[in-house]
């Protein structure tokens, strides 16, 4: 099989560890790098940015799967395109590299957010570039700090360059592996980890309902315990944050994502949002 990834060094660990549990399960990959629009142009304002080209990659026949970071994939999804699997999920959670203040980079609307209005007096700058680049750039003292997710910084093998786990409500699907396909295609079932799965699935319904993009300060994490959604004002004025208790639930992963965000919605969600 051809497995499609961008060609940064966080999607190549990430594709070559999918290729590694798919040459384990039988079904051996050959890595192919597409770049995409985001890779020429990351001011472009879009999630689509991040898998257009590998998206026309598979409707095309060029690959068979493409390997995506969950939180990068947008809610809709191509006709005759489909999820298919999801590995394992790595920690979730993110992390401060540096100290906390007073100049603290990140590129998420998320972060940004929920760091302004929980960090007095902080200002949260933008800081852009592949995970390399941003720990060049606070190591040429433009950030006191920056924040980036647990999961990448594991991948690459810089976990030791992690100064604190901050208690932010993560993005949807964020330190998850997705394999997506031409709907139809059948994997080896081992491939996918069910709690993993029923996690991006609620998550996903969550912000899909949210109407949320990569610009909305939007979060939603399920843990298997409790499921909880984040919605902040960019400057982290208003927030609103809410939480249903999942475990033993009976209820499809969807039915409680929408829900979830019904809830949020129901207490004020788009004028936080500013819409």
């Known amino acids: 099989m051809r497995l499609g990834t961008r060609g940064s060094s966080l999607a190549l660990a990430q594709a070559r560890w999918v290729a590694g549990l798919l040459d384990r399960l039988g079904e051996p990959c050959e890595i192919v790098e597409i770049t995409t629009t985001g890779d020429r142009d990351r001011a472009v304002p879009d ?52 100290r906390l203040g007073p100049r603290v980079g990140t590129s998420s609307p998320r972060r940004a957010a929920q760091l302004r209005a929980s960090v007095p007096g902080v200002e949260v700058l933008e800081v852009r570039g592949n995970v390399d680049t941003r720990l060049a750039k606070l190591t040429a003292g433009e950030y006191d700090g920056i924040v980036l997710a647990v999961a990448g910084l594991r991948r690459l093998g810089r976990e030791a360059e992690i100064s604190e786990i901050l208690d932010l409500v993560p993005a949807a699907g964020q330190g998850t592996v997705v394999v997506q396909a031409r709907e139809g295609l059948g994997l080896p079932a081992e491939l996918n980890d069910a709690p993993t799965w ?20 939007v979060g939603a994490h399920w843990d298997g ?12 004025a208003a927030w609103l944050l809410d939480e249903i208790a999942v475990a033993g639930s009976s209820e499809q992963p969807e039915v409680l994502g929408g829900l979830l965000a019904e809830r949020l919605l129901s207490a004020g969600a788009d004028a936080v949002l500013g819409r």
Do not use: N, Y
């Open 198 to 217: 029923t996690a991006l699935r609620a998550e996903r319904a969550c912000v899909a309902a949210l109407d949320a993009d990569c610009r909305t300060a």
């Open 225 to 236: 315990e409790r499921f909880r959604g984040w919605v902040g004002a960019e400057d982290g």
């Open 47 to 98: 999630k689509f940015k991040w898998v257009k080209e590998l998206d026309e990659a598979l409707l095309d026949g060029r690959i068979d799967l493409a390997a995506h970071s969950a939180k990068d994939v947008p809610s809709v999804l191509p006709d005759g395109l489909a999820l298919v699997a999801a590995p394992r999920r790595e920690d979730p959670r993110d992390a401060l590299v540096g």
